[in-house]
């Protein structure tokens, strides 16, 4: 099968997709943008199994059911707060990816939704988060054995432009 990665706009709530990455904090806890719409979605079920990692650094990921939602699987990944780009928020944007498509790979999924992470609250300048984000995904995907999609889901305009133009 040919592996493929896709930019969409739309709500990554919605995706029924082995495995949704939720751009999270590090106490995993919940919050606005993605992460509060993914724990709506998802129900109470999700805050208590996020509970038991008591937080998860930044550039690493962590794996729950989806509970209420369409996917089978959440990986939540906490990405950098952009502190004006020298501050390793490269490495660990790229981190973020690796890692939550790591643990993808290791739990079989074969499609797999990504949201733009760290370009909301966290500040990071979406163009170059695109470039990271579609070098780090297209990497990936040469070497993988399960992960077969990939799928950016923006949720506005500015968003889908800046990836379809890294892809
Ligand atoms: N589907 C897809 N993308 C979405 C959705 C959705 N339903 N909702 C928002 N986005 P952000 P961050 C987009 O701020 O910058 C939270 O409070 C949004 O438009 O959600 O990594 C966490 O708890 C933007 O393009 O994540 C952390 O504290 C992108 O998702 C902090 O925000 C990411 O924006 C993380 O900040």
Redesign the pocket.
């Known amino acids: 099968m040919a592996k493929t990665i896709k930019v969409e706009r ?5 995706y029924q997709v082995d495995a949704i990455v ?4 590090t ?1 995993l ?10 724990h709506r ?1 998802a129900g109470p079920a999700l805050y208590a199994a996020c509970e038991k990692f008591h937080g998860c650094p930044t550039g690493e990921a962590r794996i729950t059911p989806g509970f209420q939602l369409p996917a089978k699987y959440i990986i939540h990944t ?2 950098p ?1 952009w502190h004006g780009g020298e501050h390793g928020e490269a490495d660990l944007l790229k981190n973020s990816y690796r890692n939550s498509l790591q643990l993808a790979e290791h739990y079989h999924c074969q499609t797999v939704a990504f ?10 300048p ?1 163009e170059q988060a695109a470039v990271i984000a579609i070098k780090t995904i297209r990497e990936f995907l040469a070497a993988s054995r399960w992960v077969q999609e990939v799928i950016m ?4 305009p500015k ?1 889908e432009a800046a990836y379809q133009k890294a892809l």
């Open positions: 739309g709500d990554i709530t919605k939720n751009a999270a904090n106490t806890m919940g919050g606005g943008g993605v992460d509060g719409a993914i979605a906490p990405g707060i949201p733009s992470i760290s370009t909301g609250v966290y500040g990071f979406v889901v923006a949720f506005d968003t």
